[in-house]
């Protein structure tokens, strides 16, 4: 057994079966080694952004690591920007990237280059293999490293000797940390707080933002009268009819201040404290208010859950969580609107969906639309770092094949990863990709007005527009192998969407829609 | 005047004029800023690998840098990849990151990251601005630094508090550092091997490989019976006819150890030692034969062209270069194949093309296809992260308007960076683009074989495979803007390839070849 070989295993048997890679030369061994374990199936991507998104999307889902193959450091440079959306979503990743055999680096052959500077910058854990002997433990203790709470990106360097080399021995797998448990004074003290008269701010965050962490807020808020807020972008919240609905902190400043305005004690329940995403001049970063005291419930790592339901079970013991109602926006008419789009998926959204949201300025009233619609699953673009949407589609579609999957794209950010279409058609998953189509970064238009930077002159206007010329987002659809449509009024949205979520297989729809700005 | 003003200011008058972009919200100002400056021109890319491609092929047409605007760490990470062959191809880059606020950052606000960390993987320059009145100086440090012989990758971070904040100063250029004279014994030395009776290969590199260079190693071959050789992957090779012809170096290791076998000395000028680009069990990395002497004539960032011209003076006083005669390979007929399509290039390429080939597989005969072809300049991928070819074209379309610009493009390689069609269409550029279809990344199906990893079973082979289904190139040009052709025989191929270097602005032809392997 070779060391690829003891790495699969290794994996398979910790519970990573799924591999997303774009594998080069040094990783040859490795892919040769995926079919000596049946277990294990490999998904390629075209490019490594495609891959570390598809596995942030993945381990959201299913709960448990994928793993990612890359190539060197420029392959884990590609797929940096995803890999920074899964540390901030605190998914655990198993990074594999392959590098030159250990003898050939003293060369500095071409694609010689820096791995760990490069993974070291995700603060994530990172082993280079120094052994064919040890490259099943070192497997075993990054699926454990990844997936000690709260999640993380593990990166193991596999140089390319220790691949090939003979020796292999797969390990077993080593247990990862569970959340650590929140002291029973912690919550009392929250308790206090919430029985203090004063108005208090829960903001939840990480795990607390599924059903059951959902429960207990609701508990929480609807016997003390706590306003309940989710973290700005949740790595998977759950929502819809039947579930509690709780609002999440607004990305725009001046939003999340009014959220927050006049309460005096914050209590951070697996979130972190509030801070504007970017600095605007003169105004502050920090978004509690003035006066507000922060305390902490649960830090991320600790057992948040539980700490909710203890809690409500001390402040609210008769009281049951508030289920948000069934109710859909009725279908639109006319020409598709930033103000309606959103009220097409409300209105056709099919039960038990998973939406991946990249919908930026665009999806301003998609938390609004989609509210009572069936309860979904959404997936959030949790770091940033635009080009996530799709790939992260792609791995929740492979971890939940029979869920329906809707990915809400932005057009700008649609291109950094736009040949995760391929992937989809390969792997015949079932995604609807609505493309909203505003022929621009409005976001950096309305970003531009924002950080007081007066209006754009002909050059900076041509940076933040899409167009001349129009990109054709069916045309590049059908390049990849996905069929697609283009809609320009909200009858043939609706009657596309419907479509699409009927038949199998990806489709993607080019939305149309006016720039607002 | 700002922070941004400044920057932009002092860029210009140090003739740095282009400025690559794809910004974000803490690079508003850096935009807002252009329009201050009429000399810069702003080009939008819709990636930050098509960015970085595009400042790497301007600066080695133009000879100077173009800036690279970049958005945080992950913007950067997106632009890794191509950073990383600018490095190796030892190409001036300005690379201007945006950061958050110096305020901002204790935060930690979504898309804090550390981008120095990224930045220092590419062991080039890189400052952070530290104050608004420093800017102009800190962005004169880092023209020079990036063009300081033999040129690297500068990379300033620019926290948007210093950008946006006023007090900016433009500064003065600061004079680069000039190639390194080479001191006349290290020239007398390699005359004394040159006459020494004993078979001497000189291994050209970097600035050897333009027109003067090339020259001057012709006449030392002339003169001395030298096998000269060029470097696997240069810069910028000048060829064709007219010009004396430099055989590269071959990426393949038995081919290599073919061309070096049997020479008792080899002279590098300018090249370093040749190494296998990967390592293969159980095969040498280093490719200098046994009982060869290595001999330096000129490290890189000295002056060797200089160096070859001293030392054809001493050695060839009397020679003069051999010129490759004009001669074009007859227009092959019949279905296109891997043997024949680089001939319907060597028959029809223009005068004074820039070629940028990142053929890989497919273009194994392309050099003596087009050996004889008019003169022209041959880019090549320099570092191995594929995705460099249309970005790299793309930048030297803007380098030299006049001069038609051709990209040769394997098809697995197109599609990390296919966006950039789109800033060819959108820049109106004059690059036709080849895409060599083979449906497959048969470079890995080479190397999987070479590795000694077996035949690969079918989970493997669906990863070296990109079909199903079919990526259709011209559904994806059309996506982005560019008109676009299929050809699947030598006489489609010639008549398209004729069609879009007649027509002005960007082609592409998708030229299906069945795969060899």
Redesign the interface.
């Known amino acids: 057994m070779n060391g690829a070989q003891s790495l699969i295993r290794t994996l398979a048997d910790a519970g990573v079966d799924v591999c997303f890679?774009n594998?080069?030369?040094?990783e040859?061994?490795f892919?040769?080694a995926?079919?000596t374990v049946p277990e294990?199936?490999?998904v390629?991507g075209?490019?490594e952004?495609v891959v570390t998104g598809a596995a942030d999307g993945y381990a959201r889902v299913a709960g448990r690591p994928a793993a990612a193959l890359l190539h060197l450091?420029?392959?884990l440079?590609?797929?940096?920007?995803n890999l920074?959306?899964a540390r901030?979503a605190r998914t655990p990743v198993v990074v594999v990237v392959g590098d030159?055999?250990t003898?050939?680096k003293k060369?500095?052959?071409?694609?010689e280059?820096?791995i760990e500077?490069?993974a070291?910058?995700l603060?994530g854990w990172v082993r280079r293999c120094a052994a064919t002997g040890d490259v099943g433990a070192d497997a075993a203790a990054a699926v454990a490293a990844a997936m000690d709470a709260p999640g993380r990106v593990a990166t193991l360097v596999l140089p390319?000797?220790l691949s090939?080399g003979e020796g292999g021995r797969p390990a077993r797998p080593v247990a990862p940390k569970p959340p650590a448990p929140v002291a029973a004074p912690a919550v009392a003290r929250a308790a206090d707080l919430l029985r203090g008269g004063e108005p208090v701010v829960l903001l939840i965050g990480g795990p607390a933002c599924l059903e059951a962490g959902l429960n207990a807020t609701s508990r929480i808020s609807a016997a003390t009268g706590a306003k309940a807020l989710a973290e700005t972008?949740p790595a998977r919240l759950q929502r819809g009819a039947g579930l509690p609905a709780v609002e999440r902190l607004a990305y725009r400043s001046d939003q999340a201040t009014a959220q927050l305005a006049g309460h005096r004690h914050l209590i951070l329940a697996g979130a972190?404290a509030p801070?504007?995403?970017?600095?605007y001049?003169g105004e502050p970063?920090?978004l509690v208010p003035e006066g507000c005291r922060i305390h902490t419930l649960a830090e991320p790592g600790q057992d948040v859950v539980r700490a909710l339901t203890d809690l409500a079970d001390l402040v609210a013991p008769g009281t049951a969580p508030v289920p948000h109602p069934s109710r859909r926006p009725p279908l639109p008419s006319g020409p598709l609107t930033f103000a309606n789009w959103a009220d097409v998926i409300g209105a056709l959204l099919p039960e038990n969906a998973i939406i991946s949201d990249e919908s930026n300025t665009s999806g301003v009233l998609l938390p609004k639309a989609t509210a009572g619609a069936p309860r979904h699953d959404l997936l959030t673009l949790?770091?940033?770092?635009i080009?996530q949407g799709m790939p992260v589609a792609t791995g929740a579609a492979i971890a939940a094949p029979g869920r329906p999957v809707v990915t809400l794209q932005s057009d700008?950010s649609a291109?950094?990863t736009?040949?995760t279409l391929?992937t989809q058609?390969?792997e015949n998953l079932d995604v609807t990709t609505v493309v909203l189509n505003n022929r621009a970064y409005a976001?950096?238009r309305l970003?531009?007005q924002?950080?007081?930077?007066?209006s754009?002159?002909?050059?900076?206007a041509?940076?933040?527009s899409?167009s001349?010329?129009?990109?054709?987002?069916?045309?590049?659809a059908?390049?990849?192998?996905v069929p697609a449509t283009r809609a320009t009024t909200a009858e043939e949205l609706a009657a596309q969407f419907a479509e699409a979520l009927r038949a199998p297989g990806p489709h993607l729809i080019d939305a149309v829609i006016p720039p607002v700005l």
Chains 1, 2 share one sequence.
């Open positions: 890679a594998p080069g030369t040094s040859m061994h892919v040769a995926l079919d294990m199936h490999g390629l075209l490019f952004g450091g420029p392959g440079g590609n797929g940096l920007a920074h959306n901030r030159h055999a003898y050939h060369y500095d052959a071409p694609l280059s820096d500077a490069v070291g910058s603060n390319a000797d090939w972008f972190t801070v504007t995403f970017f600095a001049p970063s920090d949790t770091g940033g770092a080009g700008g291109l950094y736009i040949s391929w058609a390969r976001i950096l970003e531009f924002r950080v007081g930077a007066s754009p002159g002909p050059e900076a041509r940076l933040l899409l001349p010329p129009d990109i054709d987002f069916v045309h590049l059908e390049g990849f192998g």
